[in-house]
């Protein structure tokens, strides 16, 4: 049995830490194997499967959260550059015999049809001269984090990143804005050739995963790895149809409604982030002890079962929220198998961007721990477009409590931020998706990333008519470049603009019963990946449909809870 060969789970991890060979990890697949599988031996496979597949799961990931805390650690670069060589390729084609093996065996365990559907999909796609082309993916994906993270510019005598610009991109003076952003723009303009040097090696690339797959494209290769069987590529063309004719004049009125405000003459690129009210910026906190503290706070209030669990991710350094040089874009919530818990990584600088973004990741965070009680790791795979429930719910369930980063007033102004950035939100998620789409389906065209700009400036403006791009033109069809998606995790972003829509229902249940709607999306972490999204969302207390009516009930929501904001008629 795998206890005979299995080495102390701790021992192993710290082997493979620094291992670069398949060898220290190559018999435990063997013995599994090897080993007989009926209905009376399923259950115990499974778990050792799960196990051999959670040692080997987390090592990759602590690699990775190390390369992307410090993007000049060349150590951590090095280790996860031999892991994704040496050890991944071998272990994703040992698993996928695993996998063979179970489907063979004609056995369904308890509480596993869709893992089985799914599984049944990753043999049908897996082709063992794509781990090669597998690993390079990461690790020119590792390059624009590299490219991203290196990104800083002299603001007022001070080497600042990007990102800490945006705290200027919020004040008042309209000048310091745009001198700012201009400033981050000319930066990121500096690395157009070294990202679309990148592009040239990606699209090429993506193509041959697909033909070595025996699709007609990338994106049916994508369709079938993201493990979409709920919906088609047309059903995404449709969603991207309503958002154009329901939501992008909603989000062109607030634009609108914002200018007036500011007395601008139009709506530029520096104005679209800043408070009309003239009021200073929002500031939720100092500190990161303080950001920590007052999140936890919000999270009692919430739920003591939360509250629980973000202690847990405080108390044991799961939580990286500071923004630094040499620190990868974006953020994330990854998770770590055998320690059962999940981490949190971001870069805040003290805007209340910062704050939806934390609460956010807490979501992800907060399913993964829900996750980690099912017994088999293949009950855990839940895809991006129940994930991004879990996580954009989260961001409207703590609304009632942002009191704990601001006075009452500001809360007002808080929310009423949010709401706007939603709306505002599904226009771009379908110019990012309705630009994969043309990529994967014109790869020719696509590898010339002059094309690729020409591309983005039509969906920009299909899309985005509310903002002034005039005399910024490559400023504004370079967007493509600065979407971490597009380049490191492609087509996945309409999952956001579903589970948007998705949120937007669990919090319409929450105004009408908030504990109610609580306990129902707990309800919903908890099944993992146990079943289809249809079933998810209905046991979050939503529907898995993204067509106009819906779009419309969801912004008509939106809108009537900003006006009343506005009028102070509706409490904190």
């Known amino acids: 049995m795998l206890s005979a060969t299995f080495r102390p789970v701790e021992d192993l991890l710290q082997t493979l830490w620094t291992a670069d060979s398949w060898a220290e990890f190559e018999p435990v697949f063997d013995e599994l194997l090897n080993r007989p599988l009926t209905a009376q031996t399923v259950d ?212 609108e409604r914002q200018r007036q405000h500011l007395g601008v003459e139009t709506m530029r690129p520096w104005d679209t982030s800043v408070d009309p009210s003239g009021l200073p910026a929002l500031r939720p906190f100092d500190t990161i002890d303080e950001f920590e503290d007052d999140t936890a706070a919000i999270f009692s209030k919430l739920s003591p079962q939360l509250a629980r669990y973000f202690g847990i991710m405080r108390e044991h350094d799961l939580l990286d929220l500071d923004n630094r040089k040499n620190k990868g874009p974006g953020g994330y919530c990854t998770g770590f198998p055998i320690a059962g818990t999940p981490f949190i990584f971001m870069n805040a600088v003290g805007v209340h961007g910062d704050v939806r973004t934390l609460v956010h990741e807490a979501g992800h965070a907060f399913h993964a721990f829900e996750k980690f009680k099912l017994p088999y790791a293949m009950q855990r795979a839940v895809t991006a477009e129940f994930n991004e429930v879990a996580s954009m719910a989260m961001e409207l369930l703590t609304t009632p409590f942002w009191t704990e980063y601001y006075s009452p007033e500001d809360t007002a102004r808080a929310r009423i931020a949010h709401l706007e950035k939603i709306i505002h939100f599904w226009p771009y998620m379908a110019v990012v998706d309705a630009f994969q789409h043309w990529v994967y389906t014109h790869i020719d065209a696509a590898a010339d990333p002059n094309n690729c700009d020409a591309a983005w400036a039509d969906l920009w403006a299909r899309f985005m008519p509310g903002e002034d791009w005039g005399g910024l033109d490559d400023a504004m069809k370079t967007g493509w470049h600065r979407k971490l998606h597009i380049h490191r995790y492609p087509f996945y972003y309409v999952e956001y603009g579903m589970a948007q829509l998705g949120s937007v229902q669990v919090w319409a249940n929450m105004l009408r019963d908030q504990p109610r709607a609580l306990r129902a999306y707990l309800d919903a972490l908890a099944l993992g990946g146990t079943k289809g999204l249809p079933d998810l969302y209905a046991t979050a207390g939503a529907r898995f449909v993204f067509n106009h009516e819906t779009l419309g009930e969801a912004v008509a929501l939106l809108i009537r809870t900003i006006d009343e904001l506005e009028s102070g008629s509706l409490g904190n």
């Open 44 to 255: 115990e496979w499974l778990k050792d499967l799960t196990l051999a597949g959670d040692v080997l799961g987390e090592v990759g990931t602590r690699l990775y959260v190390a390369t992307t805390r410090n993007t000049a650690d060349q150590t951590a670069e090095q280790r996860f550059h031999a892991y994704v060589e040496h050890i991944q390729p071998k272990a994703n084609a040992a698993a996928n015999t695993l996998r063979q093996k179970l489907i063979d065996s004609g056995l369904e365990p308890e509480n596993f049809s869709v893992p089985l559907r799914n599984i049944r999909a990753e043999v049908e796609l897996f082709r063992d001269e794509n781990l090669p082309l597998q690993t390079e993916e990461q690790k020119l994906g590792l390059k624009y984090n590299k490219i991203l993270g290196a990104q800083t510019v002299l603001w007022e005598g001070e080497e600042k990143t990007i990102t800490a610009l945006n705290p200027v991109l919020q004040d008042a003076d309209r000048d310091k804005r745009e001198r700012a952003w201009r400033l981050a723009i000319e930066r990121q303009l500096a690395d157009r050739d070294a990202i679309n040097d990148l592009w040239r090696q990606f699209v090429p690339l993506r193509r041959q995963l697909a033909s070595n797959a025996g699709l007609p494209d990338y994106r049916a290769y994508a369709w079938k790895n993201r493990l979409r069987f709920d919906y088609t590529p047309d059903d995404c063309l449709g969603f991207h149809q309503a958002i154009e004719d329901v939501v992008v004049p909603a989000a062109t009125a607030l634009y």
